[in-house]
């Protein structure tokens, strides 16, 4: 288990029946009381396909599942786990680029997968990430996304709190600095865009009305400010 952020943690799992998943797709976890209550959530997967299977949790306050996974949970410790889930927010070397991804917070996380899942493929095809966070502690991944120097592009921007000499931009996303990052539509890009809800909502929108093809926007979002 890693500890990415004072509220995030990463978490490895060993699932012997695994049978392999795509970059972007998630896995349902679900927790059962001694009295029979359950709860069950949601997870990006964080890892690429073929790499061992991993999550990355963001502590929630009112949460059921999340407060055990990123506090409690051991190793050795069994979670009953259903997947991989998904199709759509999935990306493989065949798709192409150039990729432009955005996450919002935890929305990193399928994104992560996706780096990842370009660089053990030895794909070159060129990438710009935008990740917006409220303050500096809640960059998840910061140390290995600031080492990558092979074709992928990092852009930061933080909404609350800004440390001083912080050289990122100090701003919500919106169009301005969409039409500013983003690759030009011309480039025809295939988008990936995920946070909270609203989050998506904007960007994808905006995304559109800058000339990205509606079909090339692809999407994951979760309520509330938390998420996978």
Sequence with gaps: ????????????????????????????????????????????????????????????DDGEVSPYLTEDVSVGDQLEIRGPVGGYFVWETADG??????????????????????????????????FSARTPSELIYRDELDGRHDGVEIIYTLTRERPTGWTGYARRVDRALLAETAWPAGKNPLAYVCGPTNFVET????????????????TERFGGTGGR
Excluded: C, F, N
């Excluded at 929108?205 to 090339?216: F, H, I, Q, S, T």
């Design 203 to 218: 960007v994808a929108g905006e995304l559109v009305a800058l000339g990205y093809e509606p079909g090339r926007v692809k």
């Design 97 to 130: 680029g150039p990729l432009l991804l955005v996450a919002g917070g935890s929305g990193i996380v399928p994104l992560r997968a996706i780096l990842r899942q370009r660089e053990h493929s030895g794909s070159d095809v060129p990438v710009k990430l935008l």
């Design 1 to 60: 288990m890693t500890q990415e952020t004072p509220a995030v943690r990463t978490i490895g799992l060993d699932v012997p029946s695994w049978p392999g998943h795509r970059a972007g797709q998630h896995l349902d976890v679900r927790l059962t009381a001694e009295d029979g209550y359950s709860a069950e959530r949601s997870y990006s997967i964080a890892s690429a396909a073929g790499e061992p299977v991993a999550i990355t949790v963001e502590r929630l």
